[in-house]
T-cell receptor
């Protein structure tokens, strides 16, 4: 079974703090994705990566950066957290030859 | 622009009955893919079913089936014999453009919250 894990289920941070969200997958998937989920908006793509050290902006990259130093690990970084980044963050991964994305359990981030 | 619309914010169904969750999409691509995911209160998104735009038959996976009507641009999820564990958020998603390996970006609808009553 595909397993995608995220470093925290719940996180509370202060405005201006630097925040790291980490995602690890154990199925040797080439592609990894970061989404944020807000009520009434569904999931929106922040960034994705199709290979180590490669990254592409999604639909809402502003205020975020990412890092992929190893194939299994994809980190989302909030350089200076703001209250409008309070949200649920979901990581996903997929194989390069298969369409289905597999998701982690999500991180609920609250920025005060 | 590609778009997914789920018009039902919430639905409820009696246990053991069937329920249909609506999804309409908008795309100018000839090749695309449609997905349904389930999100229980635990938060994890669980893949349920996939339909390719060129698939002639409706996709089925156990109690889940996808009612694909290409001309109407709809991809409704049908859950038969509802169970209490089906209570969750359900998201319809679409893959942009043709998939020929590599990565694919998904566009998600706003979701429908399903409550199954005993």
């Amino acid at each position: 079974d595909v397993k995608v894990t995220q470093s925290s289920r719940y996180l509370v941070k202060r405005t201006g703090e630097k925040v790291f969200l980490e995602c690890v997958q154990d199925m040797d998937h080439e592609n990894m994705f970061w989404y944020r989920q807000d009520p009434g908006l569904g999931l929106r793509l922040i960034y994705f990566s199709y290979d180590v050290k490669m990254k592409e902006k999604g639909d809402i990259p502003e205020g975020y950066s990412v890092s992929r130093e190893k194939k299994e690990r994809f980190s989302l970084i909030l350089e200076s957290a703001s209250t409008n980044q309070t949200s649920m963050y979901l990581c996903a991964s997929s194989h390069t030859n298969k369409e289905t994305q597999y998701f982690g359990p999500g991180t609920r981030l609250l920025v005060l | 622009a590609q778009k997914i619309t789920q018009t039902q914010p919430g639905m409820f169904v009696q246990e053991k009955e069937a329920v249909t969750l609506d999804c309409t999409y908008d795309t100018s691509d000839q090749s695309y893919g449609l997905f349904w995911y389930k999100q229980p209160s635990s938060g994890e998104m669980i893949f349920l079913i996939y339909q390719g735009s060129y698939d002639e038959q409706n996709a089925t996976e156990g109690r889940y089936s996808l009612n694909f009507q290409k001309a109407r641009k709809s991809a409704n999820l049908v859950i038969s014999a509802s169970q209490l564990g089906d209570s969750a958020m359900y998201f319809c998603a679409m893959r942009e453009g043709m998939f020929s390996g590599g990565y694919n970006k998904l566009i998600f609808g706003a979701g429908t919250r399903l409550a199954v009553h005993p």
